[in-house]
């Protein structure tokens, strides 16, 4: 091979040997020691990993998960004494349906966020096709 053809991530040695494979050259000409990572994901992997986070966001989702089923009991419970006739109970049945569905909100994001940081759910988003482009119908 010519000195213009040869491989990238191996360089000749100055006795006339090669590299060892996955040992290149930084574009400083200092050598790196460490080896080159494989594969698209490779990388090198510190501190405790995504565990911390997940349990975190599992945590949460089981403390939102259990104040929305106590307040759709609550809003159960209000509601069959204002249909009775208990006028300011329609307020606490409001108020509890109100903060049953923000706590079933903020579970599902919840639990969205964990998957995302397990790796089963992406952050992928399609780009917009090219302006002037035709749909297929």
Do not use: K, N
Not at 111 to 136: E, M
């Amino acid at each position: 091979m010519s000195e213009t053809s040869r491989p990238v991530g191996r360089r000749a040695e100055p006795s006339g040997r090669r590299a060892e494979p996955g040992v290149v050259r930084s574009q400083g000409g200092a050598r790196r020691s460490e080896p080159v990572a494989r594969g698209r994901r490779s990388q090198a992997r510190s501190g405790p990993g995504p565990w911390p986070q997940v349990a975190a966001h599992g945590l949460g989702a089981v403390l939102t998960g259990m104040a929305w089923f106590y307040l759709v009991g609550a809003a159960t419970d209000f509601g069959v004494l204002a249909v009775r006739g208990q006028t300011p109970a329609w307020v606490f049945t409001i108020a509890a349906s109100i903060g049953a569905v923000v706590c079933l909100l903020l579970f599902l994001v919840l639990v969205g966020r964990g998957l995302r940081t397990l790796g089963i759910v992406s952050d992928y988003q399609p780009r917009r096709a090219a302006p002037g482009r035709r749909r297929a119908s």
